[in-house]
């Protein structure tokens, strides 16, 4: 008895590959990788409505978009400017609960009679000027990776240069969020302090994944796009 | 003609394949071999980040759309593409000229004027 091996689909096959190989934000990649299968399923089409079997159609269409291997370094590039761009944003997003974190321990702070609280309330507020510098950094990378990048090369240690960003502003937000939880604990204005320890312990949460994402997508090998940074 | 060749030109003609209206990333690759007459040689996967960065520097807009039970994702010119691709195009024949002007002069090399 001979065993039968079930052919598997070429493009299947091959998505998966490219799918694997790739690392970014999710939405970016799952539109990149849906767009390859719909482009290799039109090359599909155009063979086998010039006659050709789906298989040696759907090898001929793998072979002409270029291997895998060939690919993923230049869409590597791509998705990890996504990547940084999106913790960038994320950097970004948390100016308001620094400013908000910033206003509480204020406000706490003016009738404070520890000591051990008016350290953790110094602590927060240098922290939080640690991310406000991260946010400006988030803010010229934004820049730099989008409508500037026509006319200015996009630097290739920048990603990484946002993932370390990110990665000091979810650290100081992290232990800002320490600092202001003893701060709450001691301190006569809990309320308000144990609220902006929240909004520091948010701030972190959103950045934290993102920038480790970052680290990751700007260790990768990259090489430079066709035409990118030549204007 | 080989890939390389292409290198630093993808925009210009990515841009320019678009000029006329909005395609989807195939429809794009067709229409780069047709109007090169089959001449220039692109791997069919090198041209999705290329789109990807321009529309990331805003001259390219793109969005799904549904034909029958497939969805494509088309890419269309943005008013950025547009001037950008203007300027490609006079910077392209400044070079041509240049190029041209010292492959076949017009007075014969050693002739003294």
Known sequence: MSAVTPQTDPIEDYVSSLAAALHGPARTKARMVAEVREDLTDAVSERTRAGLTYQRAADQAVREFGTADELVVSWQRELTIAQARHTARAVALTVPFVIACWYLVRQAGHDQTWELPRTAQLLAVHLAGVSAAAALLAAVALAATGTLARWLPTPDRLPLTVAWGGTVASVSMAVATLALAIAAALGTDWLLLAFAGALAATSHALVAGSARSCRRCARLPVIEAPGAGER | ?113
């Open chain 2, 1 to 113: 003609m080989r890939q390389d060749a292409v290198r630093g030109h993808l925009d210009g003609l990515l841009l320019a394949v678009l000029e006329p209206g909005p395609l989807h990333g195939y429809a794009i690759i067709t229409a780069v071999q047709q109007r090169s007459g089959g001449a220039l040689e692109l791997r069919t996967g090198t041209i999705y980040p290329a789109l990807n960065r321009l529309e990331r520097i805003g001259l390219l807009r793109s969005s799904w759309q549904s034909a029958g039970e497939r969805r494509r994702r088309c890419y269309e010119l943005t008013e950025a593409g547009r001037r950008t691709l203007a300027s490609e195009r006079t910077a392209w024949q400044e070079f041509t000229t240049a190029i041209g002007s010292v492959l076949n002069p017009v007075t014969p090399p050693g002739v003294a004027t």
